[in-house]
């Protein structure tokens, strides 16, 4: 290593024996210390064994779990074809043919003949006649 410049750096500063002067990390004896150390986070905890009644018994657990799952699966999917059919019936009544209806009733009801109607349409029919007979009733 070069000479230190007393000028710059940390004076004074005490050697750390944790980390290696040509290392930029931990020294090997603080991570190989670390990893025989009887530290419970490096540890793994030993998975107790079940008994058969206990395998058995998480086993019907589960059974029972993925039963009703399916049992509410199957429900929703009943209830989402059940929306489907109403919205198409109901698109059904919705359809516009009732505002056809309703104008075949107002505009064409035995009521009124011919003439009656082109006079009440009067004022939508514009002939290029000359200024003073647009619109005269």
Do not use: C
Not at 17 to 41: F, H, M, Q
Request: charged letters at 40%; aromatic letters at 4%.
């Amino acid at each position: 290593a070069p000479p230190r410049d007393p000028r710059f750096g940390l004076q004074n500063a005490a050697v750390s024996k944790v980390y290696a002067k040509d290392e930029l990390g931990p020294s090997i004896e603080l991570r190989n210390s670390v990893k025989k150390d009887n530290n419970p986070v490096n540890q793994k905890r030993p998975r107790e064994k079940l008994s058969e009644e206990e395998k058995e018994k998480r086993l019907r657990a589960m059974q029972m779990d993925a039963a009703e799952h399916d049992e509410r699966r199957k429900d929703l999917v009943m209830k989402t074809q059940e929306i489907k059919e109403e919205s198409k019936s109901s698109s059904a009544q919705n359809d516009p043919k009732f505002l056809k209806e309703m104008g075949n009733m107002v505009y064409l009801s035995g009521n009124i003949d011919m003439e009656e109607r082109v006079k009440r349409n009067r004022q939508h029919h514009q002939k290029d006649l000359g200024s003073e007979s647009f619109m005269r009733r």
